[in-house]
């Protein structure tokens, strides 16, 4: 069965320093969003991708964040200067089409010290 | 705006009793419900979505309009049920949708 591939499982970065989380789409998928869980609270939609840009983002997204897929199965999210809270675990997930289901992805622990 | 709420923080019961995890939704609009279950902090694996009524592990949830609910009910539950589950509401804007998670159940099933 497909699944959606994140990069790396975990890491750890200061405080102030920029991070890029990598995912990997199912390749027939054109829908790509990015999810993130804080330790023992629930899964927060931070921003929806589809034809090339951002269809939707939540108020967690801020000038901070960016998401990018530079080369048709790649799909980044750039945390560009990390907090203490922006530890969590952070998920990928992908749709087919608006009447399939989300796949995630095994997720990346971000430890922000 | 849309909302799921699961009433149940933790829910704990014996190896072969009956399971029942509550779900509520709030939504304007025409409602797609999933339940998704976490292993130990793993991925996020699709179990249900209402639209394709399927039974999955044993465990099937009925979408109720009325009571705006999606209740995940399974007969007799197994140690490995053991999990945390969480109950999802798709919405659409612009141009894609997006899951809005309810805070999740832990199952908790001993012998």
């Known amino acids: 069965e497909p699944e959606v591939t994140q990069t790396p499982s975990h890491q750890v970065t200061q405080m102030g320093q920029e991070v890029i989380l990598r995912c990997v789409p199912i390749s027939n998928h054109l829908y790509f969003y990015w999810y993130r869980q804080i330790l023992g609270q629930k899964v927060e939609f931070l921003v929806s991708?589809?034809?090339?840009?951002?269809?939707?983002k939540s108020e967690i997204f801020d000038d901070q964040f960016s998401v990018e897929r530079p080369d048709g199965s790649n799909f980044t999210l750039k945390i560009r200067s990390t907090k203490l809270e922006d530890s969590a675990m952070y998920f990928c997930a992908s749709r087919q089409r608006q009447s399939q289901g989300y796949t995630f992805g095994s997720g990346t622990r971000l430890t922000v010290v | 705006a849309q909302r799921v709420t699961q009433p149940e923080k933790l829910l704990s019961v014996f190896k072969g009793a009956p399971v029942e995890l509550k779900c509520n939704y709030s939504?304007?609009?025409?409602?797609?419900l999933f339940w998704y279950v976490q292993y130990s902090r793993q991925r996020l694996q699709l179990l249900l979505r209402?639209?394709s009524r399927e039974s999955i592990k044993g465990f099937t949830a009925d979408l109720n309009k009325g009571e705006t609910s999606f209740h995940l009910k399974k007969p007799f539950a197994q140690e490995e049920d053991s999990a945390m589950y969480y109950c999802?509401?798709?919405?659409?804007?612009?141009?894609?949708?997006?899951?809005?998670f309810g805070t999740g159940t832990r199952l908790q099933v001993t012998l």
């Open positions: 999802a509401l798709s919405t659409y804007t612009g141009t894609a949708s997006k899951l809005t």
């Open positions: 209402h639209i």
């Open positions: 939504y304007s609009g025409s409602p797609e």
């Open positions: 991708f589809y034809n090339n840009e951002i269809s939707e």
